[in-house]
C-alpha cells in the first residue's frame, strides 16, 4: 500500500494490499478499495463506496457524493459498488443512489472518458465504453458490450441494450428504450423499441 502524505483517508475506510493513493485525494468514512487499485491525485471518493480491485481512477473523478435529486435526504444510508479493472478517467462523476438502501452500479472492465457523468441509481454492465462528457441521468441501465458516444445526453429511466452504439451528441430521451443503434437525426434512428423502464 503506497499512500502519498498529503492524501486524507478516513479510518473507516478499507484499503487492501498494492493500493496506491495520489495527492490530495480523499477517502471517506466506509470506503473499501480492492487491491491493485490506483487513486490518483484530487480524486473523492465519499462514502459507502465499495471498490474491487485493479481499478485505475484518474485525477479529479468524485465517486459516492450525493445525488442531484431534491427529494433526496443527507440522512439516507445509500452506496456505490464498483467491480473490477475498470478505468475511470479524469473528472468523472459518480453519484450514491437515491432511495434510502439503493446503490448505483458499475460492473467490470469498463472505460469512462473523462468528463463522463454516472447519475445516481444508474447500473452499468460491463466492458462498457462511455466517452467523454457523456451524461447518464438517474436510474439508466447500460448493457454489457455498449458503446456510448462523447457528449450523449440519457434522459432518466433509459435502457441501453447489449453492444448498443450511440453517435456522438445525441440526445436520447424519455420513450426511446433497449436502444441496440441510435444516431443524432431524429428520423434516422434505427432499430429502436419502447421497452420502457420500470
Not at 7 to 29: F, L, Q, R, W
Request: glycine share 14%; charged share 20%; aromatic share 4%.
Amino acid at each position: 500500500m503506497k499512500i502519498h502524505p498529503t492524501a486524507i483517508v478516513d479510518p473507516t475506510a478499507k484499503i487492501s494490499a498494492g493500493v496506491a493513493i495520489g495527492p490530495y485525494a480523499v477517502i471517506g468514512a466506509r470506503v473499501v478499495i480492492g487491491e491493485r487499485s490506483t487513486i490518483e491525485s484530487h480524486v473523492v471518493i465519499d462514502p459507502d463506496v465499495t471498490i474491487g480491485s485493479g481499478n485505475v481512477i484518474g485525477p479529479g473523478a468524485i465517486i459516492g457524493t450525493a445525488p442531484q435529486d431534491l427529494s433526496f435526504s443527507s440522512e439516507r444510508k445509500t452506496y456505490v459498488a464498483i467491480g473490477n479493472e475498470n478505468v475511470i478517467r479524469e473528472h468523472c462523476t459518480i453519484h450514491r443512489g437515491s432511495a434510502e438502501g439503493s446503490v448505483t452500479k458499475i460492473g467490470g472492465k469498463n472505460l469512462l472518458m473523462a468528463g463522463a457523468h454516472v447519475g445516481h441509481n444508474c447500473e452499468i454492465g460491463n466492458n462498457v465504453i462511455i466517452a467523454n462528457n457523456c451524461l447518464l441521468g438517474g436510474h439508466v441501465s447500460v448493457d454489457d458490450g455498449a458503446f456510448l458516444g462523447g457528449a450523449c445526453v440519457f434522459h432518466q429511466h433509459m435502457c441501453v441494450g447489449r453492444f448498443a452504439i450511440t453517435q456522438g451528441a445525441s440526445e436520447i430521451r424519455s420513450g426511446r428504450a433497449r436502444i441496440s443503434r441510435f444516431r443524432r437525426e431524429r428520423e434516422k434512428a434505427g432499430d429502436l423499441s419502447t421497452q420502457a423502464r420500470g
